[in-house]
T-cell receptor, first 109, second 114 residues
């Protein structure tokens, strides 16, 4: 079993839709939970990170962590064509970071 | 300011050859990471440097892979006797301090082994 599981999609939504991206994990030692956005042929870019269970909001993005279920989510409100990218979840124990496979998102104008 | 840079952006080599991939981290960042990303996969941890020393190299797949960071800044990932299975994008990331969750990634080096 992989440390981090993420549905690769692809996911296609109309502009303005609410997008929900999810990951599950198996290691209860994971401390921080991160979401990255990766455009084609670019390096990942950190969107948000959270530590505790609960919600964290930043503009149109909300990150949610449920440690009891080992489940994290990223919600994108009012999605835009510029949000089209691959979204990677990541989590760490100390200095080792584990990434999901990424979910490919396309927002159709 | 300047971000993480990696050179070359693309490298095509033949099976059995030796390659070096270079990473220039953000100035002042003490922690440096190398990852490998295969098509359709997330980045896979290879090695982590704190300063000049490799603090964790447990992700290196075998002894054909080696990385150095002699002056605590620029790092080079070295691959000997390349194999077709080494083809991937090699990503470098740096962070201000060890364990800092904000890693800044470079654009990667796309390695193709023919």
């Amino acid at each position: 079993q992989k440390e981090v599981e993420q549905d690769p999609g692809p996911l296609s939504v109309p502009e303005g839709a609410i997008v929900s991206l999810n990951c599950t994990y198996s290691n209860s030692a994971f401390q921080y939970f991160m979401w990255y956005r990766q455009y084609s042929r670019k390096g990942p870019e950190l969107l948000m990170y959270t530590y505790s269970s609960g919600n964290k909001e930043d503009g149109r993005f909300t990150a949610q962590v449920d440690k009891s279920s080992k489940y994290i989510s990223l919600f994108i409100r009012d999605s835009q064509p510029s949000d089209s990218a691959t979204y990677l979840c990541a989590m760490n124990t100390g200095n080792q970071f584990y990434f999901g496979t990424g979910t490919s998102l396309t927002v159709i104008p | 300011g300047a971000g993480v840079s990696q050179t070359p952006s693309n490298k095509v080599t033949e099976k059995g050859k030796y390659v070096e991939l270079r990473c220039d981290p953000i100035s002042g960042h003490t922690a440096l990471y190398w990852y490998r990303q295969s098509l359709g996969q997330g980045p896979e941890f290879l090695i982590y440097f704190q300063g000049t020393g490799a603090a964790d190299d447990s992700g290196l797949p075998n002894d054909r892979f080696f990385a150095v960071r002699p002056e605590g800044s620029v790092s080079t990932l070295k691959i000997q006797r390349t194999e077709r299975g080494d083809s991937a994008v090699y990503l470098c990331a740096s962070s201000l301090s060890p364990g800092a969750n904000e890693q800044f990634f470079g654009p990667g080096t796309r390695l193709t082994v023919l």
